[in-house]
């Protein structure tokens, strides 16, 4: 879309052409083939791609780490042959590659790693691993290898457990999740979900002896389970749910622990959200090219998380924050003219959009200005507001005629088109071109 006639987008299309661009990517490789080992092959699936996957995650570990941290997965959209391919059925993306990411509350990254697959154990550099331990426990030890003392961890069902909420006190870690009736201890007992649904935001509440675990079951359109070595159910509050039956909003209890997981939870799902707006996808067989065009929009996405943050807490008005979407063509353009970077001004206030207009265009006519695409069919027969307008004559205002099979140069203008045209005795291009 950035070259075609229509969608036009100067920045880029003027610094590079379609066919270059698509012969870069083609060729792009972060490694030399000839200088990775055997042993590296076959021990590292995701060799091509650990330059770069090296450099993200250690830009990652070097952000600030609050005490709540949220964990989850997220999917790299690719469907060719590839042995660490996944499907999870359900998901928005359900088939490509898996990542694991520890994230902050607002979605900023503080450490990930990615998932071969099936028979490829993930291991933790601190610790050695339980040997009867699944993929999402050995991940949560893995990730939390680069958390300091005192940290909480939120995690849905795929990855708590029991048995791993015991094992990361001794970490100094605290956990909190949601996790799955069968993996719940078998002594463990609760009220039925008959007696439960009569009343919306009924809990019930089992403490382990030492008082180091806690399991809540919450019902509320379904029951909920979640384990916990922090928080329990006390102080309990109301919540705000929309009720189908009554068709109103509703007041329901809810106990502690479970406001405490769905405040800290979406750090991933944030990161996600922002990351998926304007990502790069692009067709390609290649997993390389697509892991490393996510990585790039991780990394952008992130950017604009840490500054949207920095500009609340600097007291910065909404209208000055840049959106997502202008701040990665930002990112663009500072890139391709690092000379000619826009900056905010001391107050934090940004430049207005005609300042950022003119600055465009001066960057612009600084090369060949290129072919102005012809309007549509339906604009061009309305005749309402298409009239001649005749330019001062000067040789720079002064154009080749833009009517198939004319290329004479004329002064006149159509006022609604700005599209140049012969209007005169010998030559009507402007009646033809419009009644085409």
Excluded at 85 to 97: A, C, E, H
């Amino acid at each position: 879309m950035c070259w075609e006639g229509k969608t036009r987008y100067p920045l880029i299309a003027d610094n590079i052409s379609h066919d270059r661009f698509y012969l870069i990517r083609k060729s792009l490789k972060l490694v030399d083939d000839n200088d990775v080992s055997e042993e590296m092959k076959n021990s590292n699936a995701f060799w091509k791609v650990q330059p770069m996957l090296d450099l993200v995650r250690q830009a990652s570990l070097e952000n600030p780490r609050p005490k709540n941290v949220s964990i989850d997965e997220q999917m790299i959209p690719f469907h060719g042959h590839v042995r660490m391919r996944q499907y999870i059925r359900g998901k928005p993306i359900p088939v490509g590659l898996k990542v694991f990411v520890s994230a902050t509350t607002c979605g900023l990254p503080l450490d990930f790693c990615l998932y071969v697959g099936k028979g490829a154990q993930i291991s933790s550099e601190k610790i050695p691993m339980p040997e009867k331990l699944d993929t999402g426990r050995r991940v949560v030890l893995k990730l939390s290898d680069t958390l300091p003392t005192g940290s909480s961890i939120f995690m849905d069902r795929y990855f708590t457990s029991v048995t791993l909420i015991e094992s990361l006190p001794n970490r100094s870690i605290l956990a909190c999740g949601t996790i799955m009736s069968s993996r719940l201890p078998k002594s463990v007992k609760f009220m039925k979900d008959s007696e439960m649904k009569k009343q919306r935001g009924t809990f019930d509440q089992v403490v382990r002896n030492d008082e180091k675990v806690t399991i809540v079951k919450w019902y509320d359109n379904k029951p909920i389970f979640l384990a916990s070595s922090e928080h329990g159910i006390e102080p309990v509050e109301n919540c705000k749910r929309w009720s189908k039956k009554d068709r109103a909003h509703i007041q329901v209890t809810r106990p502690h622990l479970v406001k405490q997981y769905s405040t800290n939870m979406g750090g991933v799902d944030m990161l996600d959200r922002v990351l998926c707006k304007y990502a790069m996808r692009g067709r390609t067989r290649k997993w390389t090219v697509r892991v490393m065009h996510h990585f790039v929009d991780f990394v952008i996405a992130s950017c604009w998380i840490e500054y949207q943050t920095a500009a609340k807490e600097n007291g910065w008005r909404k209208k000055h924050i840049l959106p997502y979407f202008q701040f990665k063509l930002d990112v663009a353009e500072n890139l391709i003219y690092p000379d000619s970077a826009l900056e905010g001004n001391v107050d934090g206030s940004l430049e207005s959009e005609e300042e950022r207009d003119d600055d465009m265009n001066t960057i612009s006519n600084q090369k060949r200005r290129p072919p102005k695409p012809l309007p549509a069919i339906a604009k061009r027969t309305k005749n309402a507001f298409h009239i001649p307008e005749m330019m001062n004559t000067t040789q720079k205002t002064r154009s080749r005629c833009r009517a198939l099979g004319c290329s004479k140069l004329t002064f006149v203008c159509c006022a609604d088109c700005r599209i140049f045209l012969c209007f005169t005795t010998g030559r009507n291009c402007f009646m033809n071109f419009h009644r085409q």
